[in-house]
Structure formats: structure tokens, C-alpha cells
């Protein structure tokens, strides 16, 4: 880059680049994702009945391709004026709120069931997650409102990102890192009590799938928290995104792997753990559909 641009203008633009690259990437991950799973997905989608979990999972699932669309757009579209960013970006935030929403229910629910439907356990665990949408929403769309976004000067260099005040971005993550603890708190304490005298291989499934989501959940969390922080220009969100996409990744993919599971499993197979409505079901019917 021509060295009379200021040191500040480089690593914006150097920023620009990185956050570039890093949602290709994801692009490029979510659409392979895809395409590997679209047989598996497509037996989903037409054998099990519609419910609640069902609709939950067409969100969670292609939600992301709408927020590629949105900052592939803001990324590679030149010109843009901080208006459209601000507009583009709004857009973004309402459908990563929409998919971390989504992807957070199908482990709130599998919580629920874990616990046997413990109306307490639900309570507490709907007031944070009702804490965490109210105080994401007002960081989110305050932080939009108050920081400026900015576009580089550089020829070739696309994009635009938010220059200052944006650093209240980490209250969301933040948020999510004190649900995640308490969710991975009550999976945790369900396997203590019952590790020893459950062999129902759903619910066993269902554990594994809890703790490895609650784990991913609260490493990103800590690394958005950390990045929003102390880093500068694009770098402060580069990772943001990236979570969310993750945690959509991991609620479609366990979700389809438990309902084949369930379809595939042996008749003997306890079936009671009832995510689709919320009730214990008898051994004929198939909880996942």
C-alpha cells in the first residue's frame, strides 16, 4: 500500500481484508456444510411432521444465508456511504439476534426435558434468556446509533466498519457467556444425578450434544468479549459473526443427527424424551418428528 496513507488507514484497510476473508471462509464452510448434509436434511424436512422444533430448524438453518447475502454485500459492494452500512449493518443485527435466538432455544428446550419439564428450571432459564435478548437488542442497535461507520480511502479496499463507540458490542456476548454457564451448570448437574442409572441412549446423545454446544458457546463468548474490547477497527468484530454461524451449525447438525438417530434407532429404544412438544410421549410415537 502507497506509503502516503497514514499508519491508521492501513490497518483499517488491512482490517477490512482479514473481515473479508474470515466471512468468505464461513461462506464457503455453511455452503459445503450444506451440500454434505442435504440428503440427511431432505429425508428431515419431508418424513417428519411440522412442529415447533421442526419450524425452529428451517430458521436456525437458513437464516445464515440471508446474513451471508447482507455482508457479502458490505463487503464487496464499493461505495458505500455510511448510511447504507448503517441500514446493511441493522439488517445484520436483526438476523444474527434471529439465528443465536433460535439456535439457544433448541438447547433451552432440551434443558427442559432434561429436567424432567421442571416448570422452575424453565422459569429461570426463560427470565435470563429474556435478559439476554432485552440487553443484546439495546447494545446492538445503541452502539449503531452512536458510532459512525467509515469506509476506507484506499482504492480496491471495500467495505465499512464502525470507527468508534462500538465497544459496548461485548455486552451481547457477555450476556450469552452467562447463559451458556447456567445452562452447562443444569446439564452438568442432570448428569450427575442420573449418570449412573440412565442407559437411554437419546438422552445420552442429548448430554454429549448439550456440553459440547454449551462449551463452544462460552469459548467464542469469552473471545468476542475479549476482541470487542481490546481490538480496533474491523478486527473488533471479525469473530462475532463467526459465532453465531457456529452455534447454527452445531443446533441444525445435533438435531439432525438425533432425529435420524430416533427414526433409525432400535424399536427397544426408549423414545420418551419429547422435544417437539414439550410432553412425554408414549414408545410408539417418534419424539423428533
Known amino acids: 500500500m502507497n506509503s502516503k496513507y497514514s499508519t491508521d488507514t492501513i ?12 466471512y468468505v471462509s464461513m461462506a464457503t464452510f455453511w455452503t459445503y456444510d450444506y451440500a454434505c448434509s ?7 424436512l419431508f418424513c ?28 464487496f459492494v464499493p461505495d458505500e456511504i455510511s448510511d447504507t452500512c448503517q441500514f446493511v449493518n441493522n439488517i445484520c443485527s436483526c438476523l444474527s439476534m434471529t439465528s443465536i435466538i433460535c439456535s439457544e432455544c433448541f438447547f ?12 422452575v428450571v424453565l422459569a429461570a432459564m426463560l427470565s435470563t434468556f429474556a435478559t439476554l435478548i432485552v440487553g443484546s437488542i439495546v447494545a446492538l442497535f ?19 466498519y464502525q470507527s468508534s463507540g462500538s465497544v459496548r458490542l461485548f455486552v451481547p456476548y457477555l450476556l450469552l457467556f452467562g447463559l451458556e454457564l447456567m445452562l452447562i451448570s443444569l446439564t452438568l ?30 469459548v467464542f463468548s469469552m473471545v468476542n468479549v475479549l476482541t470487542s474490547l481490546l481490538l480496533d477497527y474491523a478486527y473488533s468484530g471479525m469473530f462475532q459473526d463467526f459465532q453465531i454461524i457456529v452455534h447454527a451449525t452445531l443446533a441444525t447438525r445435533m438435531h439432525l ?7 433409525d434407532g432400535d424399536p427397544g429404544v426408549s423414545t420418551s424424551i419429547a422435544l417437539s412438544d414439550l410432553t412425554p410421549t408414549t414408545n410408539n410415537e417418534s419424539s423428533y418428528d
Not at 449412573?196 to 446423545?205: C, F, G, K, M, P
Open 11 to 22: 490497518a483499517a484497510a488491512r482490517s477490512l481484508q482479514v473481515f473479508t476473508h474470515i
Open 38 to 44: 442435504i440428503r440427511e436434511e431432505g429425508i428431515f
Open 48 to 75: 417428519s411432521r411440522w412442529s415447533r422444533v421442526k419450524l425452529l430448524y428451517v430458521i436456525t438453518r437458513y437464516v445464515p444465508f440471508l446474513l451471508f447475502a447482507a455482508h457479502l454485500y458490505l463487503n
Open 108 to 119: 433451552i428446550l432440551r434443558t427442559y426435558v432434561l429436567w424432567n419439564n421442571n416448570k
Open 142 to 160: 445503541s452502539a449503531t446509533a452512536i458510532a459512525p461507520f467509515e469506509t476506507s480511502s484506499i482504492p480496491g479496499i471495500t467495505g465499512c
Open 189 to 218: 448437574t442432570c448428569v450427575i444425578q442420573k449418570w449412573r442409572t440412565t442407559d437411554n441412549r437419546l438422552y445420552v446423545i442429548i448430554l454429549k450434544h448439550n456440553v459440547l454446544y454449551y462449551t463452544c458457546g462460552l
Open 257 to 263: 443427527h438425533l432425529w435420524h438417530v430416533d427414526r
